[in-house]
DNA sequence: AATCGACCTGTTAGCGGTAACATAGCGACA
DNA sequence: TGTCGCTATGTTACCGCTAACAGGTCGATT
């Protein structure tokens, strides 16, 4: 059996009735008090916080918006929680809009068009005041709802491509090209990728189509490619560097879709004895911050996460306490090269 | 300027008024039309979902959830999402949540028992159909509005205390006496741990708890201690590791409160030609999916994290269905031991 | 003393849906 | 043919709160 210490279990939830009758005035003035809008005499406020208080009186969000059509959440729809990247997004997300009243709500995809249409309609329908949502492709039905929402739209982490409204993010074409010209210039010729065969992740594709552009740019191609499935692990970056170095051993550079089989590859190349980075240089992708502890630092591509996070936040936050503001914003970031100790300096000084 | 295709931009947002016009029904045949509850000739249905269809019309949910006092959404209340393990942990919740009309809703109080009350009384407000929130520790007032709410709550990871409702999760207590053991079993005497300063995390200090107590009853005290704070990372793992061992360089165990800074002792002691688990031996906390790359296996004690997950996701589920369902449960999972490659196995056999 | 405005409180009418209860149509069956 | 029972649809009354407006009080100002 179930006891609160101090009042009888409600059956039914407490309303605003019953803060009211508790304390004496009306509901309105329970409802200005609790919002802290309008004038309220010191004494009734008083009144009224402490019947609420002792009531345990939580007020009813649902009601409230709907009388007053202002919902203080933002929806934030991103593909994964699981690969580091999408947290710290969040971090940033949350760094601005903790300043404000307004509250993030996260959705994931799963990197599926269609769990991300209905993602999105389920949270549409709770009529937020805004959505960030990464990448810009989208299904048709969901730039519709996107476009028919009235309300403001960022998308993030990439702008190689057409945004509904706003957008923050890098050129991930030109990331990719940067890491090539960054290999090329080192010396390195006989090049390897390897990546995430998920043909869903557009952002990977775009780098990796940068990236060979800028390679034909230098006369030179991708010598052998390996992919795989699943989320990123260490395990998978030993297994997949083994398999592509067994079938085309003269590869002196790998360059990975992210940086945690990076960073398998590198302790696979580090315990066999493989010289990084004369023999075979390497790099990945994105920053992550957690790498710092191994043996040598990975080379690789800040995707300024926590930046893009806030910056949509920012738009987001700006456009709900102006109204009337423009729109359409365009932020486009500048992804720094780390050469960390795994990709060599250039070759000509 | 913006451009929908097919119609005119709505200024109003559309009601389910504007697709009983479009389609000629009343607005209570759309509403039934949409949820698909009662009867509705198939005549009709048809005309009502190309009306819906056409002009793009997304249900308020705030409306409907108003009106019906149905609302299906879960919080989920967790300290963080930087560490890896509560990602796990959503996944279990949403493994079986998206079986079920419910969805999860989470909110982030990084280890700060005001930000869990704020956030709570924020989600409370959206009267949501459950809670699942992290840990057994809570300010009064929030275990005030817990008990209030008269909804499902679920409390998850710990079972080492009361539970407001049910409660899903394992013994740290348990988990740090079981990690002792198998380290007084192998032989080691002069035991350091590295943990958190974080005081706020009450897992880590049960877990501690315990295997101090196991320690003593063996006749053994932990020899050094060390402490950080902020995020854990590898690179917090190797300078802890330098200093503990500096300090008192006769440990021949080293126990890390998580995987992450033991992963990056394990790197360290490697490195430095430190025989493990010979000299030293290594153990961590929670089974962290991605150190399976590693060099050598760290052992480490399994959290049981998308299982935990997925048995409270089930709580709330089952109970939403059959409210009138007993409660209280209490789900205790076993925690296992694994040895990896860091602990020696028995030393007596 | 009359007027004004600042302050405080209350009243009324929805917000956009849904539960619950009509009502209409229509074939079946005695 | 009257009545029953079923399906298909409409009507009404809220859900709990807030916007907008309508007082009432009171000291200051003319």
Known sequence: MTQTPVRPIPKRPLTLRDVSE??????????RVLRNRGDVSENTREKVLAAARELGYVPNKIAGALASSRVNLVAVIIPSLSNMVFPEVMTGISEILDDTELQPVVGVTHYK????????YEMLSWRPSGVIVAGLEHTEAAKAMLSAAGIPIVEIMDTDGDAIDAAVGISHRRAGR????????AGYKRI??????MPLDHRARKRFEGFTESLAKA?????DQEFYSGGSALAKGREMTETILSRTPDLD?????????GAGGLLYC??????????????????IEFLDGLPRQLATMDACRVEIGRAAAQIIADRAANPSAEGKELVVLDPSLDFGDTLKRLKKL
Chains 1, 2 share one sequence.
């Open 253 to 261: 550079f790998l360059y990975y879709s992210n940086d945690m089989i």
């Open 178 to 185: 940067k890491m090539a010209q960054a290999i090329v210039d």
């Open 192 to 197: 390897g990728f390897l990546g995430t065969k």
């Open 113 to 120: 068009p269609e769990r991300e249409e209905a993602v999105l």
């Open 219 to 223: 006369g030179l191609e991708v010598a």
């Open 270 to 287: 580090l315990e066999n004895g493989i010289d990084v980075p004369g023999q075979i240089g390497l790099a990945g992708f994105n920053g």
């Open 22 to 31: 508790a304390s004496g005035v009306s509901e309105m003035t329970v409802s």
